[in-house]
């Protein structure tokens, strides 16, 4: 059965597709914009137009026939039922170059998500300064003071599991995770992987695919 969410019953593969539709909506609103079609809105999101239509009735939300969508009131329903319009305290743990540059991405603010503590467990990092952010050690991290909703794992493999393991001992319930490895937490804790290695096997499959066909062509 499809996972839904607890608010409103909207389905999982909806909640996937509704942040392409914000960034869609936000662009155009920096226009000057203030109405949108489903068209053009599944044309800039990369969807069909019914699957949009489909979409954002399951929020609540028709467009005016002939008219479209007020951009600024869709775009408000999209966030509440993502949950941007709360506070979204965020942890990220491994000071690499992906931990840093993730420290540095003004995106996640705009997003309701606020880098409140940064972690590390090399001696050498502990105490320096990122972003305006001194990077601590999970021993000195205290959830009661600094409270956090989000943790991002930006650690190698062989840490990675610790670290999950560290996060849910503090009470954190949502992990966005960077490392290689399949993360075993506990019911209620919800992971989100992002496998850079899998997404670039995957666009390295269908050029393959690509070259294939054009060889093909070109023997026929």
């Known amino acids: 059965m499809m996972a839904e969410s607890a608010r409103r019953g909207v389905p999982e593969a909806t909640v996937g597709r509704l942040p392409g539709y914000l960034r869609v909506l936000t662009e155009v609103d920096e226009c000057g914009r203030t109405l949108i ?5 599944a044309q800039l999101a990369g969807v069909r137009s019914a699957q949009v239509r489909k979409d954002l ?26 949950g941007l319009s709360n506070d ?13 540059a993730l420290a540095s991405y003004s995106g996640l603010a705009t997003r309701g998500f606020r880098v409140v503590a940064l972690v590390d467990n090399d001696p050498a990092v502990v105490g320096t300064d990122v972003h305006g952010l001194t990077v601590r050690s999970f021993d000195t991290f205290d959830p009661q003071r600094t409270p956090v909703a989000v943790g991002v794992i930006a650690t190698p493999l062989a840490a990675a599991q610790s670290v999950a393991d560290k996060l849910v001992e503090l009470g954190v319930h949502s992990i966005l995770n960077f490392a290689p490895a399949v993360l075993r937490v506990p019911a209620g804790v919800h992971v ?25 062509e070109d023997v026929g």
Do not use: C, K, W
Not at 59 to 82: C, F, K, M, N, P
């Open 37 to 41: 079609s489903s068209d053009e809105l």
């Open 57 to 82: 009735s399951a929020l609540g939300s028709y467009g005016v026939r002939g008219v479209g969508y007020d951009i600024t009131r869709l775009s408000d329903q999209i966030a509440a039922e993502l």
């Open 88 to 100: 979204h305290p965020l942890v990220i743990v491994g000071m690499g170059n992906l931990g840093r």
């Open 192 to 216: 989100r992987a992002v496998d850079l290695a899998t997404e670039l096997a995957i666009l390295a499959f269908h050029a393959h695919q690509q070259r294939l066909a054009q060889v093909r």
